[in-house]
């Protein structure tokens, strides 16, 4: 009940093209869905986030799609550039009662130029 | 800037032989974790503090260890380092459930340990 689940493992996508990665999760009392963005050697970084009321989050390239019924969200990278190329994390928390983010496997993206 | 660091970037150390990593912030957060990373996984956290009460997660090893200080600093300790314990080991920071809305993990860029 704790998981969320994300896939594809890894994504190569040309330059311009849309990328798309999708997590899936069961319990329902998470309130809180980041995505975090890691290059090679870095932390990772807060890249865009969702709460569960809203169905979805545009921020510039980046956007969360929310599907309450399904438990499901992903993101969606418009114009993907080769600067985007890192691995994506998406995540889930209760806010009232953890501080544990349940993160993703995790999503080696790579744009071709 | 306000930010998470973390001290050293590399450590090497040798089997065996006690380790500690360091954070600090800027931020002014409640909240200090400890994740440990290793190559292709998602992070893994292995404790975190609100405020001074400390919270261990149940499958983290006897052989971490870690202090908080103070607001600003906390330590992570790694008694007797194994092989397995080689590792990107990552501090975040965050603001208690309170912030709501506002809520954000801030990862620092993390300390490569490696064990020889």
């Known amino acids: 009940q704790q998981q969320v689940k994300q896939s594809p493992q890894s994504l190569i996508v040309q330059k311009g093209g849309i990328s798309i990665i999708n997590c899936a999760y069961e319990?329902?009392?998470?309130?809180?869905f980041p995505w975090y963005q890691q290059f090679p050697g870095k932390g990772p970084a807060l890249l865009i986030a969702?709460?569960?009321?809203?169905s979805e989050k545009k921020e510039g390239r980046f956007t969360i799609s929310f599907n309450k019924s399904a438990k499901q969200f992903s993101l969606h990278i418009m114009d993907s550039q080769p600067g985007d190329s890192a691995t994506y994390f998406c995540?889930?928390?209760?806010?009232?009662?953890?501080?544990?983010?349940?993160f993703g496997s995790g999503t080696r993206l790579l744009v071709r130029p | 800037d306000a930010m998470v660091i973390q001290n050293p970037r590399y450590q090497v150390t040798q089997f065996g032989k006690p380790v500690t990593l360091s954070c600090s912030q800027t931020?002014?957060?409640?909240?200090m974790y400890w994740y440990q990373q290793k190559s292709s996984q998602a992070p893994k956290l292995l404790f975190h503090?609100?405020?001074?009460?400390?919270?261990n997660e149940a499958d983290t090893p006897d052989n971490f260890q870690s202090r908080r200080p103070n607001t600003s600093f906390c330590f992570l300790d790694i008694r007797s380092p194994g092989l397995g314990d080689a590792a990107m080991y990552l501090c975040?920071?965050?603001?208690?459930?309170?912030?709501?809305?506002?809520?954000?993990?801030?990862f620092g860029p993390g300390t490569r340990l490696t064990v020889t």
């Open positions: 503090y609100y405020d001074k009460d400390f919270n």
């Open positions: 931020l002014n957060h409640n909240v």
């Open positions: 319990n329902t009392a998470f309130d809180y």
């Open positions: 975040a920071t965050s603001r208690g459930p309170e912030a709501g809305e506002s809520y954000e993990q801030y």
């Open positions: 969702i709460r569960p009321d809203v």
């Open positions: 995540a889930a928390l209760r806010m009232d009662s953890s501080y544990k983010l349940i």
